[in-house]
Structure formats: C-alpha cells, structure tokens
C-alpha cells in the first residue's frame, strides 16, 4: 500500500467516525434514468438502502388517496422506496450537506405523503413548494418518476429544493443523474473533491452506470446484478469476487473491506422501480426489491395492486429479510471487523459458491417476470394474476435462500424435497440446457406407481408425463419441449412403493432449462 493511499485512508476514517456520529441512519446509492437513456425506453429509478435498521420489508398502503408500495423498516410507517397505482415512485439518500429546517416533515414521512398524494412528477414539485413555506426537516436527494417518463433527482434542504432533470439534455447529457450521499448544491457546490463523504462510491456508480449506457445495457438487471452486487476500494477502483488477497497484511486473505462499497457492510435492502411506456398501465410500473443486504438475497418483482406476500411483509418481520441476515451473518463473520466479507464464500476459484446458487434462480425470476409483463402489456391483466404472480416468485425466493443457507452452514446440497426412503434417485436431465428434448431417468428400488410432471415458473402444471407403475431399476423417459417458450421449467417425481412394508412415498423436483 502506497502514502497516498494511507493518507486518504486515514482521512475516510476519520469522515466516517464524524457522519457515523452524527447521523449514519439513511445513507444510500441512488440513481435515476429517462427512457432515453434506457435499453427498453423505461424510466428506471434505484437505491442501495445502507442504514442501521436492518429488518425491512415491502408493504401494501391503502391508507392515503393512492394505494402504493414502499420499503419500510419492519412495524414502522415511513416510506424509504416506493411506487404507487399511478406510477408515481420516490426514493431518496441522505443529504446531510444541506440545511434542514427545525419543523415540519423529514425523508420518510415527506415520502410517505408524496406517494399517498402524488400522482405525477409535477404533484410532487407542488408538494414541495407548499412545504418551502411551511418548513421541512429534510436533508435529502429525493429520485423521482412517473408515468409519464419524468425522471429527476431533487436536492431538498428545509426551505428550498433544486430539480436535476433526467430528461434535460444541459443537466443529464447522457439521461441519467447519480447521487449518494452529497448534494451538488451542499459539499459539492464547488466541483466534487476527495474530501466529500461517499464520493467513492458515487465515482464508482458513475463508471458502472456509464458502462451500461454506453453497452446498450442500462436495465433493471444490470444494476441488480452488477451495480447493487458490486465491491470497489477507497480509490472508487473495482475489487474482484473473489478477492485473492489480503486487504491489509494483518486481514484474512479473502475478505473485503466493504464500507466504501455500493454493495456494502451496512446495506439492509435494494430496489430498482422500472416505469412504464405511454399507453401502457401504470398499475404494471414494478418494483424489483431486494429484502436484505443486496450480496445475500435475491430480487423479487412487486406491484402496487393487492397486499403484498407474506414472505415480503410477515406479522413482525419479513422472512425473505430474516433469512438473508442469516446468510449475511456467515459473509460477514470477520470478528474484528465487522465490515469485511468473506468473498470466497460469495464465489471460490471453482465458480461455485453462494452467488452460484441464488443467480440462477433470480435469473428465473427476470426471464419470468419479462414474459408475464409482455403479456400484460400486450393484453388485459386481472389484480389477482398479479398478486398470485408475487406470492409465487417470494416464495420460491424464500426457498431458495433457505436451501442455500442450509448449504452454507453444514457444507452439503440437497435437492430432496421429501427423500424417504432414501435409496430413490431423481437424476438431472441430461442434455440441460436443453433444445426441443431432453432425458429425465430416475431409479426406484421396489414396483412403485410413478408420477412425473412438468411445471413452469408459476408452479402450474403443463405436462404430465407418465402416471402408472414401474418395475425396480433405472427407467428414461423422453421429453419434447417444442411447444414451449425458452426459460426454466421443473420436474417433479412422486413414488408410491406398492410393497406393504414400504411406507412412505419420494418425491423430488429439479429445475430444467429450455433453450431454443
């Protein structure tokens, strides 16, 4: 390590220890991108939450003259991200740099209001210039779209704001505008320096969301899996995962120092709100939000129609977060410091590790989810189909993590979902991927009546491929999948063993991947 790097160590520390103290309660990444700057002409607005409350979840407000949904913290009423059934979504990062006033409304509760109230971008400017008077204790950037393709950020101190418009060529040449926790008319009203609290990660966010843009790429699953999953060091530089170093020559080898991070130590929760089109229903502007910190836990599509799953918003806390801070437990296990991560954990030299087991699963969900908007865009939807589609995708998040956890804490996979007895195999298809047709063998030990059925995302059956007994041993059974769109299916074996002294039946799903 270099004296410019140990300088500009100890100044960040001391940054740190100075906000950290004073009010390290939201700080966050934000960002916002007019559909000219986006790969499908989309609004997109995000957030990478970093706070001390770590129990969120996604909750359904029928309260107020919209309905909407917003992350809150567990129990509480403060909207800290959120979209409501005219499209209007708001989100925020502090903005300690800028003077709040001594009364009146502070971030969450101004969001709150804003997404009751607001049905459109000029709305919110209304509410704004009626609280100019009143006074606000804000100290916030707030990033705002609606349906009609506004996308800002608004600087807001307690008597005054400043609008950064997405979509005015002299403010976002490029249609996008970043912050994180600074505001351009606080700290950085003269140019952006290295003395600015989070100017790391913002450098950072601005190189990867240039990156996208200039790649044609700037979508919600880029900055989901590549922004908001992203480790950097203090010189806003990318850190590899995994990371075959020691941080500092008294650090374990692979662990990061993940403060200075857009995926950091302190981040509880994540979202990506993609806006609609002109002419298409704003009640379909979807809230991608990720319960837990953002390495530990998989994104899950939300809408601002019906009461949210259960799994997203429980009686006290929210299992999809409760499960992610279990594994964010065994990430971050480091005992002196609790800001390091262990990357080997996240992805090893071998590829595999937790990031290999809930990727793949949350790439179900994007492929899913683009398909059952496509339809919904295109045609009619019901309220109900789309909030039996969220019950599904938290749910099988839900399992998801919960397998990888278990798989992280005894060092053994299972794909069993009931395995008595225990001499029956389900084995993978074989060729998988698969174009058109693929082979499913399993083994049963004694004569059983077999089932074996295809399902797609939304758990509804498409095929059943044989239902009647089968003699002991191996069998193949051929399966063509023509007909059917690309994406992931799954099949699902149930034995029931004829013998009177066999009790007891197997059954076993696995997943396939249709590729055409």
């Known amino acids: 390590m270099n004296r410019k790097f140990w300088l500009r160590l100890i100044f960040v520390f001391i940054s740190l220890w100075a906000f950290q103290n004073s009010c390290a309660q939201n700080e966050c990444t934000i960002g916002v991108a007019s559909g000219k700057a986006t790969a499908d002409g989309r609004t997109l607005l995000w957030k990478t939450r970093d706070t001390s409350s770590i129990d969120n979840e996604v909750n359904y407000n029928t309260s107020y003259k919209y309905n909407f949904i917003a ?14 059934e005219k499209g209007f979504a708001i989100l925020n990062s502090a903005a300690n740099d800028l003077e709040k006033g001594d009364s009146g409304t502070g971030n969450g509760t101004l969001m709150t209001i804003a997404l009751g109230t607001c049905a459109t971008m000029s709305d919110f400017s209304h509410l704004l210039d009626s609280t100019n008077v009143t006074c606000r204790q804000t100290q916030a950037n707030f990033g705002v779209i609606d ?15 400043w609008k950064f418009d997405a979509n005015d060529s002299t403010v976002a040449p490029k249609g996008y ?3 994180t926790n600074f505001a ?5 009203k003269n140019g952006l320096n290295n003395e600015i609290y989070s ?63 857009i995926c950091r130590s302190t981040s509880v929760s994540a979202a990506v709100i993609q806006g609609v089109l002109p002419g298409e229903s704003p009640k379909l502007s979807t809230m991608w939000t990720i319960l837990g910190q953002p390495a530990s836990a998989i994104a899950v599509p939300y809408w601002a129609v019906g009461k949210t799953p259960y799994e997203a918003d429980g009686y006290s806390t929210s299992q999809l977060c409760n499960t992610s801070k279990r594994i964010k437990a065994l990430l971050f296990d480091y005992e002196e410091n609790s800001n390091y991560i262990d990357s080997y954990k996240l992805r090893d030299a071998n590829d595999e590790g937790l990031w290999s087991n809930i990727f793949p699963a949350e790439d179900s ?32 998040a839900l399992s998801i993590l919960d397998k990888a956890y278990q798989q992280m804490i005894t060092g053994i996979e ?16 074989y060729p998988n991927p ?79 991947h249709l590729v055409k």
């Open 71 to 84: 992350v809150i913290n567990a129990g509480g009423t403060s909207a800290w991200m959120g979209v409501n």
């Open 147 to 161: 349906s009609t393709g506004a996308a800002a950020i608004f600087e807001t101190a307690g008597y005054e704001y």
């Open 177 to 179: 505008v970043l912050r």
């Open 184 to 188: 351009f008319n606080g700290d950085a």
């Open 199 to 261: 100017i790391e990660r913002y450098r950072r966010q601005a190189s990867l969301i240039n990156d996208f843009h200039s790649g044609g790429s700037l979508n919600y699953r880029s900055i989901i899996r590549y922004q908001m999953r992203d480790f950097s060091d203090f010189e806003s530089e990318p850190v590899s995962v995994p990371y075959p170093h020691k941080w500092l020559w008294n650090r374990l080898y692979g662990y990061i120092y993940a403060y200075v991070s």
């Open 365 to 396: 969900i994007f492929t899913a989810a683009d398909q059952m908007l496509e339809q919904w865009r295109s045609n009619t939807f019901t309220i109900t189909e789309m909030v039996d589609t969220e019950k599904f995708f938290a749910k099988y």
């Open 414 to 429: 299972s794909e069993f979902v009931n395995a008595a007895p225990t001499d029956f195999i389900l084995y993978q298809n």
């Open 434 to 512: 698969f174009n058109l047709s693929t082979t499913i063998q399993f083994y049963v030990p004694y004569q059983c009546f077999v089932n074996l059925k295809i399902y797609n995302l939304l758990g509804e059956q498409i095929a059943k491929l044989i239902s009647q007994k089968f003699a002991p041993g191996k069998h193949n059974i051929a399966w063509d999948g023509r007909e059917l769109a690309s994406g992931i299916y799954f099949y699902r074996l149930e034995a029931l063993p004829f013998k009177p002294d066999k009790k007891g039946s197997f059954i076993e799903t696995k997943k396939l």
